[in-house]
């Protein structure tokens, strides 16, 4: 629709005239000459006629009749001319209000002695041009506005679609993912994290905010392997009660992450390929520091620790690049059985010991053997232990602290891994748990693949609990992961025979909170 533009200040002098004003000129100039001839032919008639001697009168006599007819003769004159320029009068009033100008008054087409006369068709006339001209100027830029807009949002690889209060699909232009359903109604075909959909944080949205935004990376609108499959960043943009009340913008980035998407397929069967032979490293490895560690020198034996921290590194990048695949094609199925957090630690705590020597960092693991048991999968929450500590000792300073914490909260058993290194701006944050991201400072500093975090969100939201990264840059950073604690879904894993769907179905999602990230 054509917007109007705000009149600029002028100078008088560069003001029109308004129209009302011609009506004001207009009827003095009549008044006066009215006034000025008829005061002349009533002083030429009475001459002429004193002079013919029609009358006799004395001379006061005369000019006392005289003036006595002329005002007579003005009065009817100016009553005659009123009625008589009234129609004209309307006109001006009628073309002063479609002009857009103040005026005393709207003139009523409808008035009697105008449908009779024939002036209403006159007038009725000045307000449907004015009223025609007004919707050609007005429709002419919104119907060109309106073409040039369409014509953008379809020539565009970004998809766009907008819902209504309803949660109803009312646009979307060619380039967006949206299928038909049973009843014939355009849905989104979107593949979201199970534990983070669209719908759930617009549900939330709803019920909370009045305006919220929110953006995901790398969301797939069909499964790895089918066809047409395309990859978007998605960005959400919710205003509570507006008539777009929600728009999804989708931008196509196929292009730029299928490249990786292949890598991380050829990868994962390499790595399951690998997995034999480095399993037969390690054992001879494990056999060599067992039966050589006393006949071996000093720096021997160092190396032969290095040889073991390596293998049980390479073994941890082996299964995170496994389970990253797994992940990706919701096949992150885990059997849930009592155990304790400390229990779970305890079967990688030598390892990561090693690990910390190795790299000159101090670990303290501070977990009171009398806490709740946890639902867990003991090989998957190692892993999480795993990766949480492997990227603390790379990010903390030589000599520095890596402290393993737990504590109870309701319903869940929180374990922190906290150290006093580099740490993190808050702009890293938000993607911190996206597969593949790793900062500048952290792609520059420290080796790396980029899936640990990933791998841990995935296998913690999959156990139906939520990972946290705090973090301050150059203080060091805490991330911590929830489990449930056995006793509260005790019930319903025996009911699924230790499967974890039930959580999966039931994830928390991330929440952002100041320089904090919740996944």
Request: hydrophobic share 40%.
């Amino acid at each position: 629709m054509a917007v109007k533009q705000p009149l600029k200040n002028k100078n008088k002098t560069d003001e029109k005239p308004l129209i009302a004003e011609y009506w004001q000129n207009y009827r003095a100039r009549v008044s006066a000459m009215v006034m000025a001839t008829q005061i002349g032919i009533v002083f030429t008639t009475m001459f002429l006629l004193q002079f013919t001697a029609v009358i006799t009168l004395s001379l006061p006599m005369f000019f006392a009749v005289t003036v006595a007819i002329a005002i007579i003769q003005i009065v009817a004159t100016t009553i005659l001319v009123n009625v008589l320029v009234r129609p004209f009068h309307d006109l001006i009033q009628a073309v002063t209000l479609v002009a857009g100008q103040p005026t005393v008054a709207t003139p009523n087409p409808n008035v009697g002695s105008y449908e009779h006369d024939g002036f209403k068709d006159i007038l009725q006339t000045v307000y449907d041009l004015a009223a025609k001209n007004t919707d050609a100027v007005e429709a002419q830029p919104e119907s060109a506005t309106d073409s040039i807009v369409m014509n953008g949002i379809e020539n565009t690889s970004t998809g766009i679609i907008i819902f209504d209060k309803d949660r109803k699909v009312v646009f979307h232009n060619s380039h967006a993912p949206v299928g038909k359903n049973l009843n014939n109604e355009d849905i989104l075909q979107l593949i979201f994290p199970e534990d983070d959909t669209f719908e759930q944080w617009l549900e939330r949205s709803q019920d909370n905010k009045i305006s919220a935004e929110r953006t995901w990376m790398r969301v797939a609108n069909k499964l790895p392997g089918e066809k047409d499959r395309r990859l978007y960043d998605v960005v959400a943009s919710y205003h509570k009660d507006n008539l777009a009340e929600t728009i999804l913008t989708l931008f196509d980035r196929t292009t730029l992450y299928t490249p990786e998407e292949e890598d991380l397929d050829f990868i994962s069967f390499a790595a399951h390929e690998l997995r034999g032979p480095i399993t037969v490293i390690r054992g001879y490895l494990d056999v060599l520091d067992e039966e050589l560690s006393p006949t071996l020198e000093r720096d021997q034996a160092e190396l032969i620790q290095r040889l073991i921290v390596a293998a049980n590194r390479l073994t941890s990048y082996v299964n995170n690049i496994l389970n990253a695949s797994r992940y990706d094609r919701r096949h992150l199925k885990l059997h849930l059985s009592e155990d304790s957090v400390r229990h779970i630690y305890d079967s990688i705590a030598d390892d990561m010991q090693l690990r910390a020597s190795a790299q000159g960092r101090l670990l303290i693991a501070d977990i009171p053997d009398n806490l709740p048991t946890v639902a867990a999968d003991m090989s998957a929450v190692s892993e999480v232990f795993s990766n949480l500590i492997d990227n603390a000792i790379k990010y903390s300073n030589e000599g520095g602290l890596v402290h393993v914490t737990a504590h109870a909260i309701p319903g869940f058993i929180e374990v922190s891994v906290t150290d006093r290194g580099i740490g993190m701006p808050s702009s890293v944050l938000p993607n911190l748990f996206h597969k593949f991201y790793r900062s500048h400072r952290s792609r520059e500093t420290v080796a790396g693949t980029g899936i640990g975090l990933y791998i841990c969100k995935a296998i913690v939201n999959s156990h139906g609990g939520t990972i946290t990264a705090r973090s301050v840059e150059n203080e060091g950073s805490t991330f911590s992961f929830t489990l449930p604690i056995y006793d509260t879904v005790a019930d319903k894993l025996h009911a699924n025979k230790g499967g974890n769907q039930f959580l999966i179905e039931h994830g928390s999602g991330w929440i952002r909170n100041h320089s904090m990230y919740r996944g």
